[in-house]
């Protein structure tokens, strides 16, 4: 049928309030979509997303020393790279060994906000944010999201259909782990800052790993990793302060009640083998410089010494 121009209209595009979709309607873009969800749920892996809360901001450093993480949802994602890792793997540092793994996961937009935006509370609502966390359970690794893409494919029928989650390895520095996921929460068991309270005889009960326990005058709280009745050793992390010495410890899930004798911060017993040495350090250092004389590099200019 040919083309008949009849009455003369003006062709020429006038109406630009639907300019965002002239390269596709909206059913070719939902079509788009589907596919892209199928995509990722044929061939993609099965993670978690763990969403950051920030507690206290420190605005000079743009960062939260004292982050948590308390719940982990699960999602599909598309691992970019099937060859491997990317980044520099295994490297010999002057600090020693530092394995610098990377990933790219891709989510589909409408299954980010079905199974994680329209359930969590994000930093930045409506697409996945940088400093949230990664969990991949086929390799049991923690990932740290650095960047994400929101350009790519570059506006597809005139829309975006993915995020694209830059990642690292998490270094974990003594965040809260209470994600619910046992393998995620055991991070933080296992390399948390952990202090050992030595107890006075005469108390009662057993403490209960994973309970809270608070200082009865203090009312600082810490989570149980251990306890040792025979010895009256509890384990403890995640201290909101410093114990007296003494006061009455108690467990909020036990009820045990025992009285504080001794405990130092500085004796890390985070792991089996401990690396931390800032105990060492501490106690050492006495033996290699003498800091009886008030001023080891002499007195002069000195406000309190008349002699001079």
């Known amino acids: 049928m040919a083309f008949q121009n009849t009455p003369a209209s003006d062709f020429v595009f006038s109406d630009h309030t639907n300019l965002l979709k002239a390269n596709g309607s909206a059913q070719e873009q939902k079509f788009m979509e589907n596919l892209v969800v199928e995509s990722i749920e044929i061939y993609g892996q099965d993670i978690y997303y763990v969403p950051r809360t920030i ?44 394995v610098e793994d990377k990933t790219t996961f891709i989510f589909s937009r409408e299954k980010f906000k079905e199974k994680v935006d329209d359930l969590e509370t994000l930093n930045v609502e409506g697409r996945p944010n940088e400093g949230d966390l990664i969990w991949f359970p086929t390799t049991k690794h923690l990932f740290e999201i650095k ?21 690292e390895l998490f270094e974990y520095s003594d965040e809260d782990l209470d994600t619910g996921i046992a393998e995620i929460d055991a991070i933080e068991t296992a390399f948390a800052n952990a202090i050992t309270v030595n107890f006075a005889a005469g108390g009662t009960g057993d403490f209960t790993i994973g309970e809270i326990v608070a200082g009865g005058s203090s009312n600082v709280t810490a989570e149980v990793k251990a ?34 004798a001794s405990y130092n911060t500085l004796n890390n017993v985070n ?6 040495q800032n105990y060492d350090f501490e106690t050492l250092d006495d033996d290699i410089i ?19």
């Open 227 to 260: 306890w040792d009745s025979s010895n009256r050793q509890l384990q403890v992390f995640n201290r909101s302060g410093i114990f007296t010495i003494p006061e009455t410890v108690t467990g909020q899930t036990s009820g045990a009640a025992w009285t504080s």
């Open 271 to 276: 792991t089996e083998s401990s690396v931390d």
């Open 55 to 98: 507690v206290n901001r420190d605005t000079a450093f743009g960062e939260d020393s004292d982050s948590q993480f308390d719940s982990a949802r699960a999602i599909r994602a598309y691992v970019n790279n099937v060859e491997g890792w990317e980044g520099q793997g295994e490297l010999l540092s002057k600090f020693g060994v530092r």
């Open 290 to 308: 003498d800091f009886t004389e008030s001023n080891p590099f002499g007195s002069i200019g000195s406000t309190t010494d008349t002699t001079i």
């Open 147 to 167: 960047f994400v893409e929101a350009e790519k494919p570059f506006y597809q029928l005139g829309k975006g259909y993915v995020w694209e989650c830059q990642c």
